[in-house]
């Protein structure tokens, strides 16, 4: 959410904010744990970088009988349209997708976001995890974070969950404190000070 009259970003408090420390060949069985405790209300916004992973992990979402919507890019308009609606219906508690679903759309009831991987920039993140949590309803973002390329986001990463109220991991905390300023994209000059 932006600030009032200013362009600082900063999260919503009502959006729990959980992070979890894993290389790329952990993250199929973390998506699995998460979409296992999904309570049978729950709605999973799962956020990938690329439109080859959305597919990837929609197609196994569906081959073990799970429904699921993927939203990129690529898709024509009246597929991305079709899709949106599905999950917007509650077709399909889960919706795969790139950026394109961050911002921009009105989709109620979601109930988790899960950043499978990072987001380019601060913004995104923010936006991403803030398709939660809205209209008064609390909700719930997980971050999964790879060292091997993911430390330059560490002292955003850190800075917005302490600023929403969050606790940051040990592990996160000494990631940020060894960081600097961040890559670009993840400075913490545009997060204002809480």
């Not at 509650?90 to 499978?116: I, K, Q």
């Amino acid at each position: 959410a932006q600030g009032a009259g200013d362009d600082a970003l900063s999260a919503n408090r009502a959006v729990s904010q959980r992070f979890e420390e894993l290389d790329d060949s952990e993250k199929d069985a973390a998506l699995w744990r998460l979409v296992d405790a999904l309570p049978d209300d729950g709605r999973l916004i799962v956020f990938t970088n690329t439109k080859r992973r959305v597919d990837h992990l929609a197609n196994m979402l569906w081959a073990e009988g799970f429904g699921a919507s993927a939203v990129h890019g690529d898709k024509p308009q009246a597929e991305r349209e079709k899709a949106l609606a599905q999950f917007a219906r509650g077709e399909w508690p889960l919706m795969v997708a790139t950026d394109v679903a961050a911002r921009g759309l009105d989709l109620d009831g979601v109930t988790h976001v899960l950043n499978f991987d990072m987001p380019r920039d601060v913004e995104n993140y923010v936006h991403r995890i803030g398709r939660t949590g809205r209209a008064g309803a609390r909700g719930a973002a997980v971050t999964f974070w790879n060292p091997a390329y993911d430390k330059e986001c560490a002292p955003a990463l850190a800075k917005i969950a302490r600023d929403a109220g969050q606790a940051v991991p040990a592990w996160l905390d000494a990631w940020a404190r060894k960081g600097g300023k961040g890559k670009k994209g993840w400075s913490t000059d545009h997060i204002p000070t809480a």
